[in-house]
Structures are given as structure tokens and as C-alpha cells.
């Protein structure tokens, strides 16, 4: 399926394969890592797979072995699967210091797995792969944080309506499930999560109560796009708090949660330091959350809630290609002062990003936007921005602009 898709993260990985010994490319299982790897394989590059039985066999019985090869790049697909490679690597690219000797993907956070010992620090990049964005479903360049900061957001792109926006929402972003019919990709996302739960999860983490890790991901799931509260959480789920704290950060390696940090840089003491919790797929989580078109249409609250986490799946996928250029955060204070995202550049520029599911937008949306840039920017220039669901690309002052959902993809 990804054969359709030019993923916008092939050209970092090529570039870097110029520049780095190894390479890590991360993300969820299904979100197309092992496609985007094996589109690189050529007569310069071998492929080894360790969901291959034989294969990870033989990598745990001699892992120095496994890993050495006479092609310029060797691809190790599912690296987590056998840990100990990455001592046996750290060994060759000491001796070797050519960029490009290996590309390996895995589908956990390989530093957050009990057994790891070797992080490979100064040797490798990392490299996240997220499910397929609209932009890359689209063939678009990921242009927008580029033309936000710039003001260039007054062209026009194409209207999409909040019936529209809350469909391509639903389908989420997993190259195969966006093959399936709506029936389909609920048993799909939930099939994906049970097997993720029975399989993936013992990788990473020894879980106890399977019942309760099953519910903590449907809690979690209705969980995005708020503010993380472990007591709020775990209650009902009959674990202890420590249990839910481990439960949430095993999710988060296996890349199907994740937090984002809040924007403290400021002595304002009254700011907020609670991160934000999202899913890392907002059609997992309406599958999840059993959720319909019609159930949710005429729902603010839900409706908000997707569109929301379908903005952070958006905007991650962005950043995430121009790293290190690009951080996200949220912000919050005591006084219920909110910004949905604040996107910060390497020079200290902000462009803070405001989600509305409506079509319509009034000046005392930016009301947050305001108090931000007079009081906590400082020198700072920030650029604020509404994503709604109406047609027009509108100036609300200096700096600050309403747009269409469609502009993140044009």
C-alpha cells in the first residue's frame, strides 16, 4: 500500500545514510516501516528480517555473526526482537567508522526494553515513521509549519467541510486498514490491538493483569487530547497507580500513546507543567472508543476530540521531518489559559495552533493567542493560527490567521 505513498521521511533516511553509521527508523507496527525499508534494498543493500523465526534464531545465538555483511547498508527489520544486536553493531561501527553501514527499524522504543544495554549514543539517528498523514496520502510536500511561520498562508487550498474532515478522521492512518470499508476497519483496529497486546507487549514489558492493560487502552483512548491525570486513569481499573504508570509508558514504546510536554519556558509561575495525552492514530482510537459517523457528527465533544487528535497526528508527522528544527508542546496555566499546540523553531520562534471543529471563528477565539504574545513571548514572534472547518483563510490582526484544515496539506 505505501508503494502509493512516497513517505515524506525516505529523504531524511537517504540523507543520512550519507551521514550516520546506523540508523533507527521507529514507529508502530503496520505504519509502513518495513515497506519504506525494503524500497531502499538494492545491490549496495541486504535485508534481514528478525520476525523471521530462523532469522532471530540465529541472531540470538550469535549475534556478532548475524550482523556482519559485505553489502554497504544492512536493513534489520524488528530490531527489538533481538536486543543483544546492538552491542554486536556498536563493535562493527567502532572499528568501521563508514556512514550508512546499517538501517534498522523496530516497532518499540528499543530504550525502553528491560534488556537493553547498548543505546548506541553518538552512533545512530533516530527516525520516526507515524501512520500515513493526509499529506503523504495526498503526495504532498510538508510545507505548512514552513509557510505558517512565514505568513504565507493566504493562497487558498482546497475546502474540506467538518462532515469531511470527521471522515477522513475515522480512516485514521495504517496503509492497510485505508483499503477496508468502515465495518472492516473496526475489526482491522481492534484485531491490530488485541494482537499487539498478546504479542508486541511482551517484548517490552512483564504485564500482570492483561485484563486491565485491555481496559487501559480503551481508557486512554477516550483519554487524547487531555490533560494527563494517573489517578483520574487508573480509577476503576483496580491496579495501583505504579501499575497504571507502567502500563502507560509500555503503550507509549510500543508507539501507539504519546505525551506531549508542556511549554514552560517562561518565569511565569503560575504555568501549567501537565503533559498532554494523544493517540498516535485517531482512527485507532474512534475503533477503539466504537465510534460512527452518525453517533459522532452532532457530538461537540467527540467530534472535538477526534478532530483534535487528528491535528496532533498531523502536526507530529510535520515536525517530525524537520527535526531538530521544530518542537511541539501545549500550554496551559492556573487560569485555564489554553493553546492546543505551540510549535517552537530553533531560533525561538512560536506558532501557536488552536483546533476548532466548527466553521466559524470569532476574535475572542484568539483571546488565549493574545494574552500569550503580550506576556510570555517577550521577544519572541509568534504566529497564531485557528484550524477550522470553514472555507476562508481570514487576518485576525498582526500575525494572526484563521485557516482552513485543508492548508496543513496543501
Given at each position: 500500500?505505501?508503494?502509493?505513498?512516497?513517505?515524506?521521511q525516505?529523504?531524511?533516511?537517504e540523507?543520512?545514510l550519507?551521514?550516520?553509521r546506523?540508523?533507527?527508523?521507529s514507529?508502530?507496527?503496520?505504519?509502513?516501516?518495513?515497506?519504506?525499508?525494503?524500497s531502499?534494498?538494492?545491490?549496495?543493500?541486504?535485508?534481514?528480517?528478525?520476525?523471521?523465526?530462523?532469522?532471530?534464531?540465529?541472531a540470538?545465538n550469535?549475534?556478532?555473526?548475524?550482523?556482519?555483511h559485505?553489502s554497504?547498508t544492512?536493513?534489520?527489520?524488528e530490531?527489538?526482537?533481538v536486543?543483544s544486536?546492538?552491542t554486536?553493531?556498536?563493535?562493527?561501527?567502532?572499528?568501521d567508522?563508514r556512514p550508512?553501514?546499517?538501517?534498522?527499524?523496530?516497532?518499540a522504543?528499543?530504550?525502553a526494553?528491560?534488556?537493553v544495554?547498548?543505546?548506541?549514543?553518538?552512533r545512530?539517528?533516530?527516525i520516526r515513521?507515524?501512520?500515513?498523514?493526509?499529506?503523504?496520502?495526498?503526495?504532498?510536500?510538508?510545507?505548512f509549519?514552513?509557510?505558517?511561520?512565514?505568513?504565507?498562508?493566504?493562497?487558498?487550498?482546497?475546502f474540506?467541510?467538518?462532515?469531511?474532515?470527521l471522515?477522513?478522521?475515522?480512516?485514521?492512518?495504517f496503509p492497510?486498514?485505508l483499503?477496508l470499508?468502515?465495518?472492516?476497519r473496526?475489526?482491522?483496529?481492534?484485531?491490530?490491538?488485541?494482537?499487539?497486546?498478546?504479542?508486541?507487549?511482551?517484548?517490552?514489558?512483564?504485564?500482570?493483569?492483561?485484563?486491565?492493560m485491555?481496559?487501559?487502552v480503551?481508557?486512554?483512548?477516550?483519554?487524547?487530547?487531555?490533560?494527563?491525570?494517573?489517578?483520574?486513569?487508573?480509577?476503576?481499573?483496580?491496579?495501583?497507580?505504579?501499575?497504571v504508570?507502567?502500563y502507560?509508558?509500555?503503550?507509549?514504546?510500543?508507539y501507539?500513546?504519546?505525551?506531549?510536554?508542556?511549554?514552560?519556558?517562561t518565569?511565569?509561575?503560575r504555568?501549567g507543567?501537565?503533559?498532554?495525552?494523544?493517540?498516535?492514530?485517531?482512527?485507532?482510537?474512534?475503533?477503539?472508543?466504537?465510534w460512527?459517523?452518525d453517533?459522532?457528527?452532532?457530538?461537540?465533544?467527540r467530534?472535538g476530540?477526534?478532530?483534535?487528535?487528528?491535528?496532533?497526528?498531523?502536526?507530529?508527522s510535520q515536525?517530525d521531518?524537520?527535526?531538530?528544527?521544530?518542537?511541539?508542546?501545549?500550554y496551559?496555566?492556573?487560569?485555564?489559559r489554553?493553546?492546543?499546540?505551540?510549535?517552537?523553531?530553533?531560533?525561538?520562534?512560536?506558532?501557536?495552533?488552536?483546533?476548532?471543529?466548527?466553521s466559524?471563528?470569532?476574535?475572542?477565539?484568539?483571546?488565549?493567542?493574545?494574552?500569550?504574545?503580550k506576556?510570555?513571548?517577550?521577544?519572541n514572534?509568534v504566529?497564531g493560527?485557528?484550524?477550522?472547518?470553514?472555507?476562508?483563510?481570514?487576518?485576525?490582526?498582526e500575525?494572526?490567521?484563521v485557516?482552513?484544515f485543508?492548508?496543513?496539506?496543501?
Open positions: 500500500m505505501t508503494d502509493f505513498y512516497p513517505r515524506w525516505q529523504s531524511t533516511i540523507r543520512m550519507n551521514k550516520r546506523i540508523l533507527l527508523l514507529g508502530p507496527r503496520q505504519c509502513g516501516k518495513t515497506t519504506l525499508a525494503r531502499l534494498q538494492s545491490d549496495d543493500a541486504a535485508y534481514l528480517t528478525l520476525d523471521d523465526t530462523t532469522l532471530e534464531a540465529a540470538q550469535d549475534p556478532h555473526t548475524f550482523v556482519k559485505q554497504k544492512l536493513i534489520i527489520d530490531i527489538q526482537r536486543p544486536l546492538l554486536a553493531i556498536k563493535k562493527v561501527v567502532d572499528e567508522n550508512g553501514q546499517y538501517l534498522l527499524t523496530g516497532s522504543n528499543i530504550q526494553l528491560p534488556n544495554q547498548e543505546s548506541l549514543a553518538g545512530v539517528s533516530n515513521l507515524r501512520p500515513l498523514s493526509q499529506g503523504e496520502q495526498q503526495q504532498k510536500t510538508p510545507s509549519l514552513e509557510r505558517a511561520f512565514s505568513g504565507h498562508v493566504d493562497k487558498g487550498s482546497e474540506y467541510d467538518r462532515d469531511t474532515l471522515d477522513i478522521a475515522l480512516s485514521g492512518g492497510e486498514s483499503t470499508d468502515s465495518l472492516e473496526k475489526a482491522w483496529h481492534l484485531d491490530y490491538i488485541q494482537a499487539m497486546l498478546e504479542r508486541d507487549l511482551k517484548d517490552i514489558a512483564k504485564i500482570q493483569r492483561q485484563d486491565a485491555r481496559e487501559l480503551s481508557v486512554l483512548a477516550a483519554w487524547s487530547s487531555k490533560f494527563m491525570d494517573i489517578a483520574s486513569i487508573g480509577k476503576g481499573l483496580s491496579i495501583r497507580r505504579p501499575t504508570e507502567s502507560i509508558s509500555a503503550l507509549e514504546a510500543l501507539l500513546v504519546e505525551r506531549v510536554r508542556p511549554w514552560t519556558k518565569d511565569y509561575e504555568v507543567k501537565q503533559s498532554k495525552l494523544f493517540m498516535t492514530d485517531c482512527g485507532l482510537m474512534a475503533s477503539l472508543l466504537g460512527r459517523m453517533q459522532i457528527r452532532l457530538d461537540s465533544d467530534s476530540k477526534l478532530i483534535e487528535t487528528f491535528a496532533f497526528n498531523e502536526l507530529a515536525v521531518v524537520h527535526k531538530p528544527r521544530y518542537q511541539l508542546y501545549h496551559r496555566d492556573r487560569e485555564k489554553e493553546i492546543d499546540f505551540i510549535i517552537e523553531r530553533e531560533d525561538g520562534a512560536l506558532l501557536c495552533v488552536e483546533i476548532k471543529a466548527g466559524s471563528v470569532k476574535n475572542n477565539d484568539f483571546k488565549h493567542i493574545h494574552w500569550f504574545k506576556h510570555l513571548a517577550k521577544d514572534p504566529t493560527v485557528i484550524l477550522y472547518s470553514g472555507e476562508h483563510i481570514a487576518a485576525f490582526g500575525g494572526l490567521w485557516v482552513p485543508g492548508e496543513l496539506w496543501r
